[in-house]
């Protein structure tokens, strides 16, 4: 191997290693955004090192194996046959060129930003920085996190004194810092990921020089923002604006379903107009790592500025109602067959937070199991992704996937992800009632269908 000595690695030394796919890349996280990433570095052809503390992780991966549904175990044989391997030893930072941070940024209890995933792993850096080096920030945070709290770290706790390059630099004693946001969408089969433009914002210029030489490498287009902090604006923007006009359309449905009308209706033909509209969909609540999440990272940044995000406040207060909204609506569906919530049988279709994935985080309907259980209801679940639904964060259910066959056992179906696996038709033609919260039994005409 190579010995990256520190002062041998000048700006343009490292853009041309990134050129000739001789740059060896550290991805630090291996979970939904760092794993893919370093497989779309691996495929071009680059040495990729991962690194994470989950050991299990580790190991599944250094076998061959893949913990993430939509990553086949070929594509990481395919990446250790290009020299992929994961590892939890941070020593192993000195030989990378290019260090890539995708760790999570959850909020805590209060629900105020929790960023010790990047303080600790930025401690865990600086003892092995090396001048010369580039360090990109991919995790979803408030504007600031990376020259106000990963700079200072990374410059007081590496052990040569080096600096983070600002102005001009020549990398002697300095390093390279920058943001870019992760912008994937799990599930979407219609946006190759490489088409998905990149945002690169450096703590100076070379640094977002280097970043976009970095991701030009995999993706097809780079977009050079100012500064770190504009890059991480930029995501934050992108995941409130979806918040927002979630929180529309939600409230818009309330609204539609005490009118008469059918919001799905009204979306589609609002969305046939070739401008100035773009359709978002109701849904019993919001889900996933990113969107129930992100915009809470501003609003609590805005309070350093004596600033309240109202909209964002807004918008949380209508999304996180859904799951109420929803239980309301199985209580009324269950009244109009002269039963309670209490003492039925609920059968919860789909408890991924979105379509086809195999993702719980945030989902709605572990709230929604909840307050079902909480009435007395007897809830049973099926996700063909989830067997098991153990312990998270906020919730405790200990509850085994039931099978889908037998539905004119429960009083009442409840589709909350509309995972296209399900046969609805026959879903509906087998229960006694059915409660949609998805517009998944779009097209079948059936009074047992109660759309909510
Ligand atoms: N999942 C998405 O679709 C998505 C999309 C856009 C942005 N993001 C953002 O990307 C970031 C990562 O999200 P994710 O979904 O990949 O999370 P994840 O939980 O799937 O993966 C994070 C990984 O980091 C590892 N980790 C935690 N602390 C570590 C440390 N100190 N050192 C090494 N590894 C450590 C964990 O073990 C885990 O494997 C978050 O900020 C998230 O908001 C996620």
Not at 260 to 275: H, M, N, Q, R, Y
Request: aromatic share 8%; glycine share 8%.
């Amino acid at each position: 191997m190579t010995n990256h000595s520190a002062v041998n690695r000048s700006p343009d030394q490292l853009k041309s290693r990134i050129q000739q796919r001789q740059a060896r890349i550290g991805i630090i996280g291996l979970g939904y955004v760092g794993l893919p990433l370093a497989l779309l570095f691996s495929e071009q052809k680059f040495a990729v090192t991962g690194f994470d503390i989950d050991q299990r992780k580790v190991e599944t991966l250094n076998q061959g194996g893949s913990y993430i549904y939509r990553i086949a175990a070929e594509e990481i044989r395919a990446a250790k046959a290009q020299g992929f391997s994961a590892t939890s030893d941070y020593a192993k930072l000195v030989e990378m060129d290019a260090v890539i941070i995708c760790v999570p940024t959850p909020l805590n209890q209060y629900h105020e930003p929790d960023l010790s995933f990047i303080t600790d792993t930025t401690h865990a850096i600086a003892p092995h920085l090396q001048a010369g080096q580039l360090i990109v920030l991919e995790s979803t945070t408030y504007p600031g996190t990376t020259e106000e709290v990963m700079v200072p770290i990374l410059e007081k706790e590496n052990k040569s004194g080096l600096k983070a390059a600002r102005g001009v630099s020549t990398a002697e004693k300095e390093f390279f810092v920058a943001f870019s946001p992760e912008r994937e969408d799990p599930g979407n089969t219609t946006v190759a990921r490489r088409d998905i433009p990149k945002v690169v914002g450096g703590v100076n210029p070379q640094a977002t020089d280097l970043a976009g030489a970095l991701y030009g490498s995999i993706f097809h287009r780079t977009v050079p923002v100012s500064s770190p902090a504009a890059a991480e604006m930029t995501k934050l923007l992108e995941n409130i604006y979806r918040c927002v006009n979630i929180a529309l359309v939600n409230e818009l449905k309330l609204l539609c379903l005490r009118m008469g009308l059918d919001i799905w209706e009204v979306i589609e033909a609002a969305s046939t107009k070739p401008f100035g509209f773009h359709p978002f969909y109701p849904g019993p609540g919001l889900g996933g790592h990113c969107i129930p999440v992100d915009p809470f990272y501003l609003s609590w940044k805005a309070k350093e500025w004596d600033f309240r995000t109202r909209f964002i406040e807004l918008a949380g207060e209508i999304n996180t109602n859904m799951p109420y909204h929803v239980l309301a609506s199985v209580g009324a569906a269950l009244n109009g067959y002269k039963k309670s919530v209490k003492g039925s049988r609920v059968m919860v279709l789909g408890v991924a937070y979105k379509r086809d994935i195999d993702d719980l985080r945030e989902s709605p309907a572990l709230t929604i199991i909840e307050l079902l259980q909480k009435e007395g209801a007897e809830v049973s679940y099926h996700d063909p992704y989830f067997p098991f639904i153990g312990k998270g964060r906020k919730y405790d259910l200990q509850m085994k996937r039931t099978e889908l066959d037998h539905l004119g056992q429960y009083d009442c179906v409840l589709i909350v992800t509309d995972h296209s696996d399900y046969d609805y038709r026959k879903i509906v033609g087998e229960a006694q009632l059915v409660v949609d919260t998805r517009n998944a039994t779009k097209g079948i005409d059936s009074p047992k269908v109660v759309r909510c």
